[in-house]
């Protein structure tokens, strides 16, 4: 079975830092691409970052360029999502994504599956 | 980036009767291999959302035949046949013609 597990979330005061990561089972994690995808409270998804299977290349959403960055061990089938300095419109369910559909352009690879999140919230 | 509009933001539906979801984009998705570059997302609440179809109308492995997902170019439908109480959830279409990936508003189903 295709496991996505994430771990890392919690309160976070704005201008903090914090990491996520996931644990990855069941499939060649080596061969996927991987993103984060998160959703604020009672809101639509945005996808975050996504990195390539040999962790060569990661692409950001403008919003958190900068400021997060995506890893991956592919040792440990793990990935993980650095995020400094943190701000209110970050806090959102985080969710670990693998990009599906085979496609050797990134971006033309939809998310399945996905993890069952951890929450981030961003307050004082 | 790619504009993601879908319609209507919520909908009720007897059980057994049909629901139809919008889905509109800024761009065209069609590529030139002849394929739409969408899929559609069931959220159940309190769980993370779900694949159900890719390629604007390919259902994924498991995903019943009440779902059937049509359209091309920039509008794109979700339908829903014989609803059932299961199906009370969030849907959501994605792009995944160009970077960034985006996706739909949502619409939120229930029963009438």
């Known amino acids: 079975e295709v496991r996505l597990v994430e771990s890392g979330g919690g309160l976070v005061q704005p201008g903090g830092s914090l990491r996520l990561s996931c644990a990855a089972s069941g499939f060649t994690f080596s061969t996927y691409g991987m993103s984060w995808v998160r959703q604020a409270p009672g809101k639509g998804l945005e996808w975050v970052a996504s990195m390539n299977q040999d962790g060569s290349q990661t692409y950001y959403v403008d919003s958190v360029k900068g400021r997060f960055t995506i890893s991956r061990d592919n040792a440990k089938n793990s990935l993980h999502l650095q995020m400094t300095s943190l701000r209110a419109e970050d806090t959102a369910v985080y969710y670990c994504v693998r990009d599906e559909g085979g496609q050797s352009v990134w971006w033309n690879n939809w998310f399945d599956p996905w993890g069952q999140g951890t929450l981030v919230p961003v307050s004082s | 980036d790619i504009v993601m509009t879908q319609s209507p933001d919520s909908l009720a539906v007897s059980l057994g009767g049909m629901a139809t979801i919008n889905c509109k984009s800024s761009?065209?998705?069609?590529?030139?291999?002849?394929?739409?570059?969408l899929a559609w997302y069931q959220q159940k609440p309190g769980q993370p959302p779900k694949v159900l179809i890719s390629?604007?109308?390919t259902r994924e492995s498991g995903v019943p035949d009440r779902f059937s997902g049509s359209g091309s170019g920039t509008d794109f439908t979700l339908s829903i046949s014989n609803l059932q109480a299961e199906d009370v959830a969030l849907y959501f279409c994605?792009?995944?013609?160009?970077?960034?990936?985006?996706f739909g508003q949502g619409t939120k189903l229930e029963i009438k």
């Open positions: 761009r065209s998705l069609l590529y030139i291999n002849n394929k739409n570059y």
């Open positions: 390629w604007a109308s």
């Open positions: 994605q792009q995944y013609y160009s970077t960034p990936r985006t």
